[in-house]
């Protein structure tokens, strides 16, 4: 039986960055990397085999796929990698709706169901990263569904890693970081216009790779990330929002 790993999101960003630096965490037969665009998973180069399994995940049916695949290959799963995800920064009722849903169903859904499909086949030891983010410690206006969807991803983790007696689940909550995740996320007349910091994706990654050995069930990289996640958690959040909107030029209520 082949061991092998699973990382969603790995075409691009931090999951790339992940697949990319897998022999940190450990040797593997095989590494499943799924995103959407197939031909971006086929130039991947490590030093692990890669197997590339284009699914759409805010597609249901992609996760039968996913399940059929598990079923005919019956491999070992010592990692799961969650890092599929996007955001878009705007008010709700400026966002499509379709794009509104898509968030929900890739930031939340996804992960649920990787997770769910996954645990059955993973060895005693193994480790799931989940990718949430520093906005899941508060309501972010004009990130109003994003941030939602990722303090999900964590009470989701946090609770799913008290429950799994073999499988540790850690919640990666990263601050603003420099990918590609904001080609997507900004449009033409951005809302959010001043970021405190922008952290490097390689050290989000380290830091991660450290904190799953470690047993942790939150990842925070950051001096700026950790002062700002631990005073969001003191102080009211009618305060942060005004604060917020007040450092963005937005008109607050």
Same mark, same amino acid.
């Given at each position: 039986?082949?061991?092998? =790993?699973?990382?969603?999101?790995?075409?691009?960003?931090?999951?790339? @960055? *992940?697949?990319?630096?897998?022999?940190?965490?450990?040797?593997?037969?095989?590494?499943?990397?799924? %995103?959407?665009?197939?031909?971006?998973?086929? !130039?991947?180069?490590? &030093? $692990?085999?890669?197997?590339?399994?284009?699914?759409?995940?805010?597609?249901?049916?992609?996760?039968?796929?996913?399940?059929?695949?598990?079923?005919?290959?019956?491999?070992?799963?010592?990692?799961?990698?969650? =890092? /599929?995800?996007?955001?878009?920064?705007?008010?709700?009722?400026?966002?499509?709706?379709?794009?509104?849903?898509?968030?929900?169903?890739?930031? $939340?859904? %996804?992960? =649920?169901?990787? $997770? @769910?499909?996954?645990?059955?086949?993973?060895?005693?030891?193994?480790?799931?990263?989940?990718? &949430? /983010?520093? /906005?899941?410690? @508060?309501?972010?206006?004009?990130?109003?569904?994003?941030?939602?969807?990722? %303090?999900?991803?964590?009470?989701?983790?946090? =609770?799913?890693?008290?429950?799994?007696?073999?499988? #540790?689940?850690?919640?990666? $909550?990263?601050?603003?970081?420099?990918?590609?995740? *904001?080609?997507?996320?900004?449009?033409?007349?951005?809302?959010?216009?001043?970021?405190?910091?922008?952290?490097?994706?390689?050290?989000?990654?380290?830091?991660?790779?450290?904190?799953?050995?470690?047993?942790?069930?939150? &990842?925070?990289?950051?001096?700026?990330?950790?002062? @700002?996640?631990?005073?969001?958690? #003191?102080?009211? #959040? &009618?305060?942060?929002?005004?604060?917020?909107?007040? !450092?963005?030029?937005?008109?607050?209520?």
């Amino acid at each position: 039986m082949k061991t092998i =790993a699973v990382i969603t999101g790995a075409s691009s960003g931090m999951g790339k @960055q *992940f697949l990319l630096t897998l022999d940190r965490y450990g040797k593997f037969d095989e590494v499943w990397a799924i %995103a959407r665009r197939k031909e971006l998973l086929e !130039q991947l180069e490590t &030093s $692990c085999p890669v197997r590339p399994v284009p699914l759409d995940l805010t597609d249901p049916k992609s996760f039968e796929t996913y399940e059929a695949l598990l079923k005919e290959e019956n491999p070992r799963v010592g990692l799961l990698i969650n =890092a /599929s995800g996007f955001g878009k920064f705007d008010a709700v009722m400026d966002i499509g709706l379709a794009d509104n849903l898509n968030m929900i169903d890739l930031n $939340c859904r %996804a992960v =649920a169901a990787m $997770c @769910q499909l996954t645990v059955p086949y993973m060895a005693p030891g193994g480790d799931i990263i989940n990718f &949430s /983010s520093a /906005s899941a410690f @508060q309501p972010v206006p004009y990130v109003c569904i994003y941030g939602a969807t990722k %303090a999900f991803v964590l009470s989701y983790s946090r =609770a799913l890693n008290r429950e799994l007696k073999d499988v #540790h689940v850690m919640a990666l $909550c990263p601050f603003w970081t420099k990918t590609d995740f *904001f080609d997507r996320a900004v449009g033409a007349d951005p809302v959010v216009k001043k970021y405190v910091v922008m952290y490097q994706p390689e050290d989000i990654v380290k830091k991660a790779w450290a904190d799953v050995k470690k047993h942790k069930d939150v &990842s925070i990289y950051g001096f700026v990330a950790k002062g @700002q996640i631990a005073l969001v958690k #003191h102080l009211p #959040h &009618s305060f942060v929002m005004k604060t917020w909107m007040k !450092q963005q030029g937005m008109q607050a209520k």
